[in-house]
């Protein structure tokens, strides 16, 4: 597990996923999704939208990154 560092007090997902380098847009984020590859804190996720903070688990097939603040 890797950390990921952000300057705010939330992320959206989509983003995160191409902060991280697990997508390289928002096109391929949301294919992610759609195709049951991301879970955020072990729950499915399919929205691009959704909120993530520090703390948060997101998992990616093999991948796994941890949200944490700068």
């Given at each position: ?20 380098g ?33 703390g948060?688990?997101?998992?990616v ?10």
């Amino acid at each position: 597990m890797r950390d990921i560092e952000i300057k705010d007090d939330m992320i959206r997902l989509g983003q995160l996923l191409k902060l991280a380098g697990l997508a390289d847009d928002g096109t391929h984020a949301k294919n992610l999704l759609d195709a049951d590859e991301v879970a955020v804190n072990g729950e499915p996720e399919h929205r691009r939208g959704r909120q993530v903070h520090p703390g948060d688990i997101v998992t990616v097939g093999p991948e796994e990154i941890r949200v944490a603040s700068r």
